[in-house]
């Protein structure tokens, strides 16, 4: 498989790529193309969190933290109703959960290249920041999130590319290599693909394109409150 600094160059190129795409087209302001560019470069080395042998990649959970924290202080920066000095701790909260709690984790129920590396893994950050970016600018919390799964999607066919040039890459490909929808565990594909389908839902509701299930539970609670009334008095 390709190297550490392989896979930060192949998404830096890839990241500039994008923001010069955004920056051309007028998508989003030059500055949000840049973040969204540097994001990409960013999300590039994310796939090989899921190996703790490598010192850059222990390193990376410092980049995960700082990153997280400053994302909380950007979606907070709006919250009237938090002081600073909340929002300083909520900050410092995220570094140390990112930092030491999602290292932890991921080293306790993940394997290298199991479905971290996947196709639904890229779907599953570009949605993340999708629900945690500053939901004021639309367009640049598409172009940011979808510079997410863009950059970590470029680590996937990095990988996929390195794996055809070996004896036998064709079918070690075909038989679950990075880009895949499924992989070898059955507990890690019906966790992948559950969260999938949360964050897809979640991000549908933010987006107004369906209703969440809450009115449909007071609807469903004042029904029974009725009917448990109606059988009480008809006694």
């Known amino acids: 498989m390709a190297a550490f600094h392989q896979h930060l160059g192949f998404s830096a190129f890839v990241g500039s790529a994008y923001s010069a795409t955004l920056w051309c087209a007028g998508v989003v302001e030059p500055a949000v193309a840049i ?3 540097a994001t990409c470069t960013f999300a590039g080395m994310l796939p090989d969190l899921d190996s703790d042998t490598s010192k850059p990649v222990r390193e ?10 400053l994302l909380a202080l950007h979606r907070l920066r709006h919250q009237a109703s938090f002081p600073a000095e909340t929002c300083l701790l909520i ?11 999602a290292a932890a984790i991921l080293r306790w129920c993940t394997v290298h290249r199991g479905m971290f590396h996947s196709l639904p893994a890229a779907l599953i950050v570009g949605s993340l920041m999708f629900l945690v970016y500053d939901p004021a600018y639309l367009a640049a919390r598409w172009a940011v999130a979808a ?15 390195w794996q055809l040039r070996s004896p036998g890459g064709l079918v070690a490909l075909a038989d679950g290599g990075p ?9 890690a594909n019906v966790v992948c693909w559950s969260l999938l389908l949360l964050l ?5 509701v933010e987006m107004n394109w369906l209703t969440p299930l809450e009115p449909y539970s007071q609807r469903w609670l004042s029904a029974l409150n009725h009917t448990a009334r109606d059988s009480f008095f008809s006694r």
């Not at 897809?200 to 549908?204: D, E, F, K, M, R």
């Open 35 to 37: 973040f969204a560019g």
């Open 60 to 69: 990376l959970f410092n980049v995960l933290g700082m990153v997280g924290a």
């Open 91 to 101: 900050a410092v909260a995220t570094y140390l959960l990112l930092r030491y709690g």
């Open 147 to 161: 510079g997410m799964s863009l950059g970590y999607l470029s680590h996937l066919v990095l990988d996929a590319l």
């Open 179 to 187: 880009i895949k929808l499924v992989g070898q565990s059955r507990w």
């Open 200 to 204: 897809s839902y979640c991000v549908a």
